[in-house]
Structure formats: structure tokens, C-alpha cells
């Protein structure tokens, strides 16, 4: 087959305000990041289009970009400032005329409203000439937040269903749609023929093919966010998705070529000084040549397609399998979805269901609620004296009950007696995650236990907080996934952690592991770093705490306990 050509229908250029650390804002920055994930062509607007003056940053993409026919430009409209001879109906008729078919709106960033008559004209005339206009709900604290907190951005869903609704000429385009907003979106797909989604964070799981199935792939368009977040993660979500290659061609470039009346793309040339593994990544293949851990996952029984008011499409063993063979992940640690619910005990036996109907493919965490006491001596003996589980999973978020609190002493007690893995997501308050300040006390007071840090590579603030961690203590670990994917981070954790610390995961089945694979794979490292992220630095981990993945009965644990529930010496 024939390699398929990528138009990307969501990149910036120029210079922002609050750059992401290495972000290419130049010309020669962006055709660098389109070379690196193979990406023939983009779709870009200007960052001073949308944060400072947009009509001057429209004008002056045209001119920075002018005879470069791999970018093609993307004109943003901001109704202010006002005035009262300002006819931004007008104003838009003359993009038409300079040469613009893509429009963009940032309507929480430039406070727009949808019912103010100078809109209506701008919208009529957008419709009558039965244009595109990407909505993108992005502003100031969500592209503040890579550097700062790890907040999702949020989307007036309401206001989509406006336009969409009362526009039918107009095309919709959602930017930055992500699996918080699939139940809602949904729904808004099955009413509105007009509305599409750019895919630069839509990683759920399997969710390309649901939709595919479902409305048709007409309604995707591949899109990175080249500029804020990792272009490699939407590459790799696309390659690897379970559709066909007909759709795969509409959305890689197809469906954005027909919605901008533009000629079709061709593929870029071939590369043959490319990283194998790199290869691989931009066809779809499974990545062979490495093996692949996967540090962060979760599990339900067969039926379940929701968890915690999302949708998210089927979430128990078989199916994730399916997906991992295609990828090439040969192992996933796991732990229930009850991390989130009251019933540790259902949940851990779900876990190691899976792990015996599937041997070395799940490797189960024992999920452990500190408000139900009652079931730590269960717990202690169906996963640790009958069973030999991989590690923990405690979740503050959900169980409000900070890590270094009493109430976890015997699960902490217990990873140090037998040198287990705590898997815990970071938090700058105790109640959302295990803190720094925490850490810092419990990894030299436990120090058999190995801590891993999820989520570490959710922002550059995350990461300044965590690398300290995992340079000083040797039982701390980083574990990369969030939705963000900020855009350079796994080689900024590569370069400032130690890189055998840093440990791949996806937390499949909440999203699908593909971008999480694109953001290390197509990342400036090497693949000595790659095969080290990917698998390799896992592999140690297993060797150091001398887990075998067979067999899932492990008959003789019994003599690591001293009695399941008496209290170590206390450290330090």
C-alpha cells in the first residue's frame, strides 16, 4: 500500500506569547516538526491573530508564508475592538479576497458573543459562501497551563450546537475535542450533518474507528496542534487506527483537500536515513524491533463502555489485547476502574482474571480504599499471599484520603516488605494526587517500595516538580501520560531525569495508547532513548524487584508475612 498523504488541519505559526519550551513558531521550525512526522502539508493561523491584533498577524501570515505551498493559511476573526464604523462582515468578505478559505474563532479567548448582530453578519457571510470555521475554545490559562497547571481546556459544547444548528450552510470544525466532551459530542453528531472534530487530542480509545462507523469518517479531520502539543501523538493515534485505508486517506488529508477546494497531497519523499523505528510509527506497524511495557493502564469486565460519566468504548481484556497486538505493547499494568468506585475487592478480582486469561499481558495493581478497612486483610491475601500481584493503587483524588495519611500505613508498610510498586498519580494538593512534600518523606521512609509518579509528563510545571524526585531518591520513578502531550516533554525528561526513570504509559483504556507511543516515537531522542522509554527502562524495573510474570499463582508468598496485617519497623 501506498504511503498516505497527511494534511494537517491545526497548526500555528509565529511567535506566542507563552511558547511551549522548543515549540517551532518559524518557518523553518514547522517544515522541521512536518519533515520529523512526515506530514506533507498544514493548515496554520498566526498566534498574533489570536492574541494580539488579528487583522495585522492575518496580513502578516499571508506575507511570512508567501510561496511556501506546504502551509496554507488560516485567518482568524476577532470582533474587537469595537467601533462604530467597523463592519466586520465587510472585514471578512476581504479575507475571501486575499486569498483565505479556512476561518477560525476563539470565542472564550476574545469573549464572543454569539448573539451580538455583528457576529450574525460575520456567520451569515461565513454560510452563504458555505466556508469552514474552526471553533477553538483554547485561552489564555490553557496555553498557560504547559507551563503552568495541567487543566484540560473546556469547550462550550452548547454553543457549538448553536452554530451548527443555526448555520446548516456553515461547517463546524470543533478543535481540541478530547474524551471528556464524547458523551455530549456525541449526541450533537447525530443532529448536526455539519459538524466536524480536528483529531490533535481526540485519543480515546478506538474512538476514530466508533466514529468512522457510526457518522463516517467524513466528520474527522486530522489535526496536530503543531505549535502547543506534540504533532507525533495525532500521526500515530491515525496510523495505528482499526479503519480502513479509504478512510484513513479522508481524514489524513481527503476530507480538509475537499472542504478547502484545495488539489490533492502527496505524500513526502522517502527517507532512507530514517530511524526503523520511526518507520514503522508512520505506517501503522507493530513496533517488532522493541518491546513494549505499558506502565498505567485499567480494566473493566466485558459490557462496560463508560467510566465516571465518560464514554469510552470497550474496556475490558479482550479488547485491549486486540489494540496492543496491532501496536506492538506486550505488556500492561493494570488496575480496576474501581480506583473510582467503593468495591477494591470486585475490581482487584477483574485485574487478575485478566492476568490468568492472558498471561504476561496484564500485570495487576491492587487497587486499596483506605474507607473500607474491613477489606485490607482480603486484600492482603487474595493478591499477595495467593496471588502475586505487580504493585498498588491508591487514588487520593477519588478516595480523599492524602497518601501519607495513617489510613494508607499498612499498604505503604506492606510495598516495603515486599518490595512493590506504588502506582500514584501527582498532585500539588494531597487530596488530587501524591505531592512532592510527600514523596520527599515516604520514599526514604519506605525504601523498598518503588514510587511511580503518573501523569509527570502533564505539563512543564508537573515536570519541574517531579524530575528533582526522581534524581535524589532511586525508588522513584516517572510515568509519562496525559491528554496534553505538551509538546518536547519526553526528551525534556530524558535530558533532566535520569532517562532510566522514565517509564511509558498510556492509561488505556481511558485513551488509546497510540498517541502516547507517537509523542515518544516522533520526540527529538534517539532510539536507544526511544527503546529505553518504551520498554526497556520497565524491563529493569521487573528486574529489580525480581517480578516474574509466571506463574499468576504464586503459592509460596506466605513467607514474606510476618501476619498479613502486623506493623513493620518503623524507618528513618
Request: charged residues 25%; neutral net charge.
Amino acid at each position: 500500500m501506498s504511503e498516505i498523504a497527511y494534511f494537517d488541519a491545526n497548526a500555528c505559526f509565529g511567535r506566542s506569547v507563552c511558547r511551549i519550551p522548543g515549540a517551532p513558531y518559524d518557518l523553518p521550525g514547522l517544515l522541521s516538526e512536518l519533515d520529523l512526522c512526515r506530514i506533507s502539508r498544514a493548515l496554520t493561523f498566526h498566534a498574533g491573530a489570536k492574541e494580539l491584533d488579528s487583522r495585522r498577524a492575518n496580513a502578516s501570515l499571508l506575507e511570512e508564508i508567501k510561496g511556501e505551498k506546504r502551509l496554507v493559511p488560516a485567518a482568524v476573526i476577532n470582533p474587537a475592538p469595537y467601533t462604530p464604523d467597523r463592519d466586520l462582515a465587510a472585514e471578512t468578505e476581504e479575507l475571501f479576497g486575499l486569498g483565505f478559505r479556512a476561518f477560525r474563532l476563539f470565542p472564550l479567548y476574545h469573549g464572543i458573543d454569539f448573539n451580538d448582530p455583528r457576529m450574525c453578519e460575520v456567520l451569515n457571510t461565513l454560510a452563504r459562501r458555505k466556508s469552514a470555521l474552526w471553533l477553538d475554545f483554547d485561552q489564555l490559562w490553557y496555553n498557560f497551563k504547559q507551563l503552568g497547571t495541567h487543566e484540560q481546556r473546556a469547550v462550550d459544547l452548547a454553543a457549538v450546537e448553536k452554530l451548527a444548528t443555526g448555520y446548516p450552510d456553515l461547517t463546524v470544525v470543533l478543535v481540541g475535542a478530547y474524551y471528556n466532551h464524547f458523551t455530549r459530542l456525541f449526541s450533537l453528531f447525530d443532529h448536526c450533518p455539519n459538524l466536524k472534530v480536528e483529531t490533535s487530542l481526540f485519543q480515546g480509545f478506538q474512538t476514530i474507528r466508533f466514529v468512522c462507523e457510526r457518522w463516517g469518517a467524513e466528520r474527522l479531520l486530522f489535526g496536530t496542534g503543531l505549535g502547543q502539543v506534540s504533532p507525533g501523538a495525532a500521526r500515530a493515534t491515525l496510523a495505528y487506527a482499526e479503519i480502513s485505508p479509504e478512510d484513513k486517506r479522508k481524514i489524513a488529508s481527503g476530507n480538509l483537500e475537499s472542504l478547502l477546494e484545495e488539489p490533492p497531497t502527496s505524500a513526502l519523499a522517502e527517507d532512507a536515513e530514517r530511524s526503523l523505528i520511526m518507520q514503522d510509527v508512520d505506517q501503522g506497524r507493530p513496533l517488532e524491533r522493541i518491546r513494549i511495557y505499558d506502565a498505567h493502564g485499567h480494566i473493566t469486565p466485558p459490557g462496560f463502555d463508560g467510566q465516571m460519566g465518560l464514554t469510552l468504548g470497550a474496556q475490558d481484556a479482550e479488547s485491549m489485547v486486540r489494540v496492543h497486538d496491532r501496536i506492538g505493547i506486550k505488556s500492561l499494568v493494570v488496575s480496576s476502574w474501581q480506583v473510582a468506585g467503593g468495591d477494591a475487592l470486585r475490581g482487584n478480582r477483574t485485574a487478575w482474571e485478566a492476568a490468568e486469561r492472558f498471561p504476561g499481558r496484564f500485570l495487576p495493581l491492587a487497587v486499596v480504599n483506605p474507607n473500607y478497612p474491613e477489606d485490607w486483610p482480603r486484600i492482603v491475601t487474595e493478591c499477595f499471599e495467593k496471588r502475586r500481584f505487580f504493585g498498588l493503587k491508591p487514588y487520593p483524588q477519588t478516595q480523599r484520603t492524602a497518601l501519607s495519611k495513617p489510613a494508607f500505613k499498612s499498604m505503604l508498610e506492606l510495598a516495603d516488605r515486599l518490595s512493590l510498586p506504588i502506582l500514584c498519580h501527582f498532585g500539588f494538593d494531597p487530596l488530587a494526587g501524591v505531592t512532592p512534600e510527600e514523596i520527599e518523606k515516604l520514599a526514604p521512609r519506605y525504601s523498598n517500595a518503588s514510587f511511580i509518579i503518573a501523569h509527570a509528563g502533564a505539563s512543564y510545571r508537573v515536570a519541574a516538580e517531579v524530575i528533582p524526585l526522581a534524581v535524589e531518591f532511586d525508588n522513584v520513578y516517572l510515568e509519562i501520560n496525559y491528554t496534553s502531550v505538551p509538546y518536547g516533554m519526553i526528551s525534556h525528561l530524558v535530558r533532566n531525569a535520569p532517562t532510566e526513570k522514565v517509564l511509558f504509559g498510556t492509561d488505556t483504556p481511558m485513551r488509546d495508547p497510540a498517541p502516547i507511543v507517537g509523542w515518544v516515537v516522533y520526540d527529538h531522542i534517539s532510539d536507544e532513548e526511544r527503546e529505553k522509554v518504551l520498554g526497556g527502562n520497565f524491563r529493569r524495573l521487573l528486574e529489580k524487584i525480581n517480578y516474574q510474570f509466571s506463574p499468576p499463582v504464586i503459592r509460596n508468598m506466605k513467607k514474606h508475612f510476618k501476619g498479613p496485617l502486623k506493623k513493620s519497623q518503623k524507618k528513618g
